[in-house]
């Protein structure tokens, strides 16, 4: 289990690719995921990519700023219809097409994602 913010960055920044593996996989409290969110901001897509995040801190980066952050997170299978109401709509085209890219996500909730403004995203939805 990852204990601290620094010990995350320290297997994430990691030239072993164990340590960067630990950082992909291993959990951590919802104190600490918190804390690197909030003091480490260049690492919150790393947060994303972590298989163990919870539901709960994926809600807190569906609504980033930052794109980068929000693709990663429309892209995880795990997420919860909170987060899909977040992204369905999300002013960035590329978070809709990860979205849509997300093979956890039903053929009928993938309907449900703005796509009126985008062919290209029409076009990405009906090969689905």
Same mark, same amino acid.
């Given at each position: 289990?990852i204990?601290? $913010? #620094?010990?995350? &960055?320290?297997?994430?920044?990691?030239?072993?690719?164990?340590?960067?593996?630990?950082? =992909?996989?291993? +959990? =951590?409290?919802?104190?600490?995921?918190? #804390?690197?969110?909030?003091?480490? $901001?260049?690492? !919150? #897509?790393?947060?994303?990519?972590?298989?163990?995040? $919870?539901?709960?801190?994926?809600?807190?980066?569906?609504?980033?700023?930052? #794109?980068?952050?929000?693709?990663?997170?429309?892209?995880?299978? !795990?997420?919860?219809?909170?987060?899909?109401?977040?992204? @369905? =709509?999300? +002013?960035? @085209?590329?978070?809709?097409?990860?979205?849509?890219?997300?093979?956890?996500? =039903?053929?009928?909730?993938?309907?449900?994602? @703005? &796509?009126?403004?985008?062919?290209w995203? @029409?076009?990405?939805?009906?090969? !689905?």
């Amino acid at each position: 289990m990852i204990q601290t $913010p #620094e010990e995350f &960055i320290r297997l994430r920044t990691s030239e072993d690719l164990n340590d960067q593996r630990t950082s =992909a996989t291993d +959990s =951590a409290d919802i104190k600490t995921w918190l #804390e690197i969110i909030e003091n480490y $901001p260049e690492m !919150k #897509e790393w947060v994303a990519h972590n298989k163990t995040v $919870p539901l709960e801190i994926l809600e807190v980066l569906a609504t980033d700023k930052d #794109e980068k952050v929000r693709c990663v997170v429309a892209r995880k299978r !795990k997420i919860n219809n909170r987060i899909f109401d977040l992204l @369905k =709509a999300d +002013s960035d @085209k590329t978070v809709r097409h990860a979205l849509i890219c997300n093979t956890g996500l =039903a053929l009928d909730l993938k309907k449900k994602i @703005k &796509i009126d403004d985008s062919g290209w995203l @029409k076009n990405e939805l009906n090969e !689905k």
